[in-house]
């Protein structure tokens, strides 16, 4: 599979010539703007500088994922458990979906260093998650760690404030509701899938 890469408007379009591949998309409004002011600022060597989300090694993650990290500091004590929330988005592919391989690697990722003791902080960090309700751990084989599910952070953050109002800051509340308003999102319906 080949692919070109054409500016347009402060914005590189990668086309395939795959024929399994879709249609570039064209550029929204917003992005060209963005694009053209990223240009203006930083020079046309900029758009060379920095990732695609069509490339490989990127997934997508929540724009209230700092401050999700940042809450998550606040309700928990001993192991940092915001550097393993954060690992394991960076795992997922876009479904939410986690398998554990190798634990002394994931404790490693997140900044904790000794084969059993690296492994025993991460550990404890994965039980916070799964605690505060961010997560769900299922067992793989003997290993009680063997598959994460990263839960929606929105319906997290709704029963955390129903269940632990007095924990979660105002201010922090304050910052997550602006910033839902500022990127345009809207807060959730939840909606239950009821097997028949």
């Known amino acids: 599979m080949a692919t070109t890469k ?4 402060g914005i590189i379009v990668i086309e395939s010539t795959d024929d399994e591949a879709t249609k570039p998309k064209k550029p929204h409004v917003s992005d060209r703007r963005r694009g053209l002011e990223r240009t203006a600022v930083f ?5 060379t500088q920095i990732w695609y989300k069509d490339e490989k090694g990127f997934c997508t993650i929540p724009r209230t994922l700092p401050l999700l990290c940042t809450l998550i500091r606040e309700l928990t004590t001993g192991a940092d458990a915001a550097r393993v929330y954060l690992d394991f988005w960076g795992r997922q ?4 979906f986690v398998e554990i391989v190798d634990e002394g690697d994931m404790a490693s990722a997140c900044g904790y260093q000794g084969a059993h003791r690296g492994v025993r902080y991460w550990r404890t ?3 916070e998650l799964a605690r505060l309700g961010f997560i769900e751990v299922k067992p793989r084989g003997a290993r009680a760690f063997g598959y994460v599910l990263l839960l929606h ?14 924990r979660v800051p105002a201010w922090w509340t304050e910052l997550y509701d602006r910033r839902l308003r500022e990127t345009g999102v809207r807060k959730r319906r939840v909606v239950q899938i009821v097997d028949l």
Not at 6 to 9: A, I, L, P, Y
Not at 93 to 96: A, F, I, L, Q, V
């Open 153 to 166: 952070h929105d319906d997290v953050v709704k029963k955390l404030l129903k269940a632990k109002p007095n």
């Open 6 to 9: 054409k500016e347009t408007g």
């Open 43 to 47: 020079g046309d060597f900029a758009s």
């Open 93 to 96: 592919h876009d479904d939410g």
């Open 125 to 127: 960090g994965v039980k």
